[in-house]
């Protein structure tokens, strides 16, 4: 993990700076999504080769041209979305919509709520043109592997959902850091 105790430190950015002049390809594979992790980009000035975000579902190359952005069916997505809402509030502060940039969220606890600064409304979210991943932030004391594991019995096949923390992540089947 680079960004370590809210930074990313001069030694660590020289590191990379070291590690490119040898001719070797840096990026970063995260799961937040490309706006969030290209404010820390541009904020740190790292150099990079290429961005994975959303869990492997969107690829940005050196000049930040997509190269790859998931997109997941919208009937699928508001399947996982209602059944979210309908069967799972009580384990997250907000279930949420991502287009691969931003997202919009419903949420159900305001208090200690995820903002990245990036959100757009629902509505927005779930009208732009392509929906690439899903995501929650948990409650206190959820079991984030046993909520992805339900995820994944119901959604058998449509979609992956990932346990990353505090949050779970829901992209294709596919769709991870590695395989990106």
Known sequence: TLYQDNIVTSKDRKI???????????????????????TEIDKYEIEIDFVIGNNGAAILDAS????????????????????????????????AVNNGYHYGQKSFVEIGAFDSGD?????????????????????????????????????????QAVPNGEFIDVVLPNDNKAMA
Do not use: W
Request: with cysteine; aromatic share 12%; hydrophobic share 45%.
């Open 16 to 38: 990379i700076q070291d590690f490119r002049s040898l001719g070797h390809q840096f990026g970063i594979a995260t799961g937040r999504h490309l706006h969030s992790i290209l």
């Open 119 to 159: 959100r757009i409304t629902l509505d927005q979210a779930f009208n732009s043109e392509i929906i690439c991943a899903m995501f929650g932030q948990l409650l206190p004391d959820r079991n984030g592997v046993e909520i992805a594991n339900h995820v994944n019995t119901v959604f058998k096949g449509l979609v």
């Open 64 to 95: 930040r041209k997509e190269l790859y952005l998931a997109q997941i069916d919208k009937m699928i997505v508001n399947q996982v979305f209602d059944y979210v809402v309908n069967n799972l509030s009580t384990e997250f502060y907000f279930f």
